[in-house]
Structure formats: structure tokens, C-alpha cells
């Protein structure tokens, strides 16, 4: 089955950038999207379609795609930024989706 | 002020069926494809099954495909989810959401836990 590869963890101090990557077969020919979700909420949306920021999320959020990598980038991460976040796209082979394994953010 | 709200959760036993609904407002929902994502105790999200605006397009993850049906009733702006054959392993979280890419929107989840 398709996989969107995450790596567990990015630690950052606070002001400094972090910089999170999603992997994925069929990320040249499908969007990528990104959640962030804070302990015991709901995720919230940050970036859809590779890079489109949502009204409502800071600027510092920012997403871009390349071949087989998406990149969500926090310029400036903030310690409110500390979360799970997770990139979701649609597979190759018709309508069905996958979310990406998560990545803990620290921001200390 | 778009809202979604889940309900049937509960504690139920291995082998049994469990009927969960989702409650839409503030927005066109019979104009929405509908998505139902969980999370397991710890883990991380899982895109369970969306249905697009009729309802007449449904898709499943392989895990609970012929076991989960996603279901809606555009004149009562709900959203369900009817899962039979359940396992310990269904135990998680479950969310729905607006839209099926997107996810604009999301609910607060109902937990559903399968346990002897």
C-alpha cells in the first residue's frame, strides 16, 4: 500500500526554522496537504495544495513541493508551534488518500 | 460558523457492530464530499473512507473495506459510518471532515473502544 514517509521528530530552538519532509511515490502528480495537531485536539488544517496557507494560519507556515518530497517550513517556530504534524495526499491509483506517519515538533 | 459534530462511540466487544453519525452546520453539506479519519490510542491519523456528494461514490482503506460503510443523509445533514466485524485494533478515534482533500473542517471525534 502507499506510504508517505515522515521523520519521527524535528527539535528546534525558538526563532530558528524548522523544516518538515514528506515523502511519497506519487507526490510529483498529486498535492500535498499538511495538518497540525495539538495533544488531545482535533489536527488543523496549515497548508492545502502544496502551498496554499489557510486564512487564520500565521505566515511563518509555508509548504512547497518537489518530485517525490513535500516540505512544510516554520520560519520563525514559536513555542505554540510544538505539535504533531502530518502530510496527506492521494495515491496514484484513484480516490483513495493517506496521511503521512507524523512528525513531533519541539520547539525549545 | 461551520460546525461538525460526531457521536455513537462507546466501549463495545470484539465481533460487534457500532453505528457512528455526524451532525453538519454553517456550511452546503450536500454540496461536500465527507471524510471519516481515526487515530488509535498513540498512533498517528488514518484516512478511513470518504463519500462524495450524492453518496454515491465511497471509498475505504483495505483494512475495513466489506467491514465499515460510509453512508449520508444530505436532508438531515449527517454523516455515518456503520462498522460491523469489529476488532481491537479498530479501536481509535474517529473524526469526520469536510471535504476530501482539504479537511477544512474537522470535528471533535468520538471514541470507540473494542474490548472484552
Known amino acids: 500500500s502507499y506510504e508517505l514517509t515522515q521523520p519521527p521528530s524535528v527539535s528546534v530552538s525558538p526563532g530558528q526554522t524548522a523544516r518538515i519532509t514528506c515523502s511519497g511515490d506519487?507526490?510529483?502528480?498529486?498535492?500535498a496537504y499538511w495538518f497540525r495537531q495539538k495533544s488531545g485536539q482535533a489536527p488543523v488544517l496549515v497548508i492545502y495544495?502544496?502551498?496554499k496557507r489557510p486564512s487564520g494560519i500565521p505566515e511563518r507556515f509555508s509548504g512547497s513541493s518537489s518530485g517525490t518530497m513535500a516540505t512544510l517550513t516554520i520560519s520563525g517556530a514559536q513555542v505554540e508551534d510544538e505539535a504533531d504534524y502530518y502530510c496527506?495526499?492521494?495515491?496514484?491509483?484513484?480516490?483513495?488518500?493517506?496521511f503521512g506517519t507524523g512528525t513531533k515538533v519541539t520547539v525549545l | 460558523e461551520v460546525q461538525l459534530v460526531e457521536s455513537g462511540g462507546g466501549l463495545v466487544q470484539p465481533g460487534g457492530s457500532l453505528k457512528l453519525s455526524c451532525a453538519a452546520s454553517?456550511?452546503?453539506?450536500?454540496?461536500?464530499?465527507m471524510t471519516w479519519v481515526r487515530q488509535a490510542p498513540g498512533k498517528g491519523l488514518e484516512w478511513v473512507a470518504n463519500?462524495?456528494?450524492?453518496?454515491?461514490?465511497?471509498y475505504y482503506v483495505d483494512s475495513v473495506k466489506g467491514r465499515f460503510t460510509i453512508s449520508r443523509d444530505n436532508a438531515k445533514k449527517s454523516l455515518f459510518l456503520q462498522m460491523n466485524s469489529l476488532t481491537a485494533d479498530d479501536t481509535a478515534v474517529y473524526y469526520c471532515?469536510?471535504?476530501?482533500?482539504?479537511?477544512?473542517?474537522w470535528g471533535q471525534g468520538t471514541l470507540v473502544t473494542v474490548s472484552s
Open positions: 506519487a507526490l510529483p502528480k498529486k498535492y
Open positions: 495544495e502544496d502551498k
Open positions: 471532515a469536510k471535504d476530501r482533500a482539504t479537511l477544512d473542517y
Open positions: 496527506y495526499s492521494k495515491d496514484s491509483s484513484g480516490d483513495h488518500f493517506v
Open positions: 454553517g456550511f452546503t453539506f450536500s454540496g461536500s464530499w
Open positions: 463519500v462524495d456528494q450524492d453518496g454515491s461514490g465511497k
